[in-house]
């Protein structure tokens, strides 16, 4: 059985920085792809940034340069660090963990960027 805990969100100004983490219990962590999707206020769920199991990473083009996903497989943790937030950013942001096709979802930790 696999479970995702997300934390570190919160409110943060435009400009300012978050760091989300999200732990998994369970075995397959580190054969796994990981991703953080998010999805705010009348719009579809939408991925943000995936990591490999070998840690190859793609990102939305609209967070490229400002996110950096990485992970810890012997801490089965995977971060997502969130720098020059904007108020577009705001969201719920859901961890994903996709193993021989199958997805796996936390609970979602809400990111509110505002002055």
């Known amino acids: 059985q696999v479970q995702l805990v997300e934390s570190g969100g919160g409110l943060v100004q435009p400009g300012g920085s978050l760091r989300l983490s999200c732990a998994a219990s369970?075995?397959?962590?580190?054969?796994?792809?990981m991703g953080w999707y998010r999805q705010a206020p009348g719009k579809e769920r939408e991925l943000v940034a995936r990591?490999?199991?070998?840690?190859?990473?793609n990102y939305a083009d609209s967070v490229k340069g400002r996110c950096t996903i990485s992970r810890d497989n012997a801490k089965k943790t995977v971060y997502l660090q969130m720098n020059s937030l904007k108020p577009e950013d705001t969201a719920i942001y859901y961890c994903n963990l996709n193993y021989v096709g199958r997805d796996y979802w936390g609970q979602g930790t809400q990111v509110t960027v505002s002055s």
């Open positions: 990591i490999s199991r070998l840690s190859s990473t």
């Open positions: 369970g075995s397959i962590f580190s054969f796994a792809a």
